[in-house]
């Protein structure tokens, strides 16, 4: 079984840049969809971005496309979402998980989750 552990979080102005890991514990990611959710107060889940084993990307058509770049190295299997041109509304707690299912958009394609990693940008 594997166990995803996000770091990388933290408090930054509007503007800057962050960048979110994703390792594992136990088992390594190799084989799995790594996906990145966030959850911002009073506010559901959302998917944010996806990477398939194969490398393919996938990215919420909201805001964040265009500034968020999710990315993985095979070398160490952690994977990486950087993020650039934070907005206070990316405020929230990241959740990396890991999966083998087709779909990678939602929540249903993940089987193990992280604890989360707390992301808040300032105005």
């Known amino acids: 079984q594997v166990q995803p552990v996000e770091s990388g979080g933290g408090l930054v102005q509007a503007g800057g840049s962050l960048r979110l890991s994703c390792a594992a514990s136990?088992?390594?990611?190799?084989?799995?969809?790594i996906g990145w959710f966030r959850q911002a107060p009073g506010k559901e889940r959302e998917f944010v971005a996806a990477i398939r084993w194969t490398g393919a990307a996938t990215y919420s058509p909201g805001s964040v496309k265009g500034r968020f770049t999710i990315s993985r190295d095979y070398a160490t299997s952690t994977v990486y979402l950087q993020m650039n041109s934070l907005k206070p509304e990316d405020t929230g707690v990241y959740f990396c998980?890991?999966?083998?299912?087709?779909?990678?958009?939602?929540?249903?394609?993940?089987?193990?989750w992280g604890q989360g990693t707390q992301v808040t940008v300032s105005s």
């Open positions: 998980a890991a999966g083998a299912r087709p779909v990678v958009a939602t929540d249903t394609g993940f089987d193990y």
């Open positions: 136990g088992r390594a990611l190799s084989g799995y969809n």
